[in-house]
């Protein structure tokens, strides 16, 4: 179910994209089509030892694809996927079989509706961005219920997978250099809130990874 929700969600945004660059391909307005490659971090979450811990983050790549569309001189409406690779850590936690040992990697794909602000004119071009959508976070652990991470007595092997899709606030900013008509080098700065409290029903802690990411990158920015 989790699985079917993300694919439609995604089928919808990549859907409102197209038709959104399909209008204004109509008009005067210009698509600009844009890409980073950089780095993602976030901090460690909660502890709730022993039912889950030791908490987790780190750093690991980032990739940044999104599509803007100019409807005035300072404005312009688009939207962008956030991608990044995981970040991992030891942790242990109480299950129905005994306490389990693992190693949790975790990673949060972004999707939003953006809204920029700023200069959309001249050489060098800079904007604050806004924006609003939904955040999957999957989580994976593979380990032992026993007593280490040793082959002791009696341990059995240990796996879970944990999905969800929670929603998500955007804040940053861009800034295009041009180095062509239609070509420019772009940098770009996100912080993205997920709305999460990473707590199950029952009050206990979910993964023990921060709910706030904070990716920065540079690319290209192609005009139409």
Do not use: C
Request: net charge positive; hydrophobic share 45%; no cysteine.
């Amino acid at each position: 179910m989790v699985e079917t929700m993300g694919l439609s969600r995604t089928k919808i945004v990549i859907a409102a994209l197209i038709a959104l660059a399909g209008v204004t391909a109509e008009g005067r307005a210009q698509p600009l089509v844009g890409a980073t490659v950089g780095i993602s971090t976030q901090g460690a979450g909660d502890s709730d030892m022993p039912y889950l811990g030791p908490p987790f983050g780190g750093t690991s790549l980032t990739s940044i694809v999104m599509l803007d569309v100019p409807v005035g001189r300072t404005v312009s409406v688009g939207g962008e996927a956030s991608l990044a690779s995981s970040i991992s850590g030891e942790q242990s936690a109480r299950v129905a079989e005994g306490s389990a040992q693992f190693v949790s990697t975790h990673r949060d794909t972004i999707v939003s509706a953006d809204v920029k602000v700023g200069s959309f004119a001249g050489r060098v071009r800079a904007a604050a961005v806004g924006g609003f959508g939904a955040a999957r976070r999957h989580t994976s652990r593979a380990g032992i219920v026993g007593r280490s991470f040793s082959t002791a007595p009696g341990a059995s092997p240990f796996s879970q997978t944990l999905n969800t899709w929670v929603p998500a606030i955007t804040g940053g900013g861009d800034v295009a250099v041009h180095v062509a008509e239609r070509v420019a080098i772009l940098a770009t700065g996100r912080v993205h809130f997920l709305v999460d409290n990473d707590r199950r029903e029952d009050g206990v802690v979910r993964r023990g990874v921060s709910s706030m990411v904070v990716r920065i990158g540079a690319g290209v920015q192609i005009g139409f």
